[in-house]
Nanobody, 126 residues
Framework: QVQLVESGGGLVQDGASVKLSCRPS????????MAWFRQAPGKEREFLAG????????YYADSMKGRITISKSNNENTAYLLMNSLKPEDTAVYYC???????????????????WGQGTQVIVSS
């Protein structure tokens, strides 16, 4: 059974940084592309960043470029999302997702990702 477990969310202040982690189990992590999405109340799930199987190709949503960094450690079996200069509008549930097929792309819709975590909430207070 495949599980993706996110961690690192919580209540942070405006301007703070947070690093989210995603640790999958039950899948061959080194042969999966990973991505981070978020969903705010009343809004659709939004792509933030993606990374291919090797970590050699990175993709970011235009709205987030410069504020976030995705990374993937095949040795640690963990994917990360570092977010800087957080704003109250970044408040959302953050999800990691895994896609078999090794590659990903910002235009891929959520249903192209076979595995999802349960989400970790980030609340940014003003």
């Amino acid at each position: 059974q495949v599980q993706l477990v996110e961690s690192g969310g919580g209540l942070v202040q405006d301007g703070a940084s947070v690093k989210l982690s995603c640790r999958p189990s039950g899948l061959a992590f080194s042969s999966h592309a990973m991505a981070w999405f978020r969903q705010a109340p009343g809004k659709e799930r939004e792509f933030l960043a993606g990374i291919n199987w090797s970590g050699g190709s990175l993709y970011y949503a235009d709205s987030m470029k410069g504020r976030i960094t995705i990374s993937k450690s095949n040795n640690e079996n963990t994917a990360y999302l570092l977010m800087n200069s957080l704003k109250p509008e970044d408040t959302a549930v953050y999800y990691c997702a895994a896609r078999s097929g090794m590659e990903t792309h910002p235009e891929l819709p959520p249903h192209e990702y076979q595995y999802w975590g349960q989400g970790t909430q980030v609340i940014v207070s003003s």
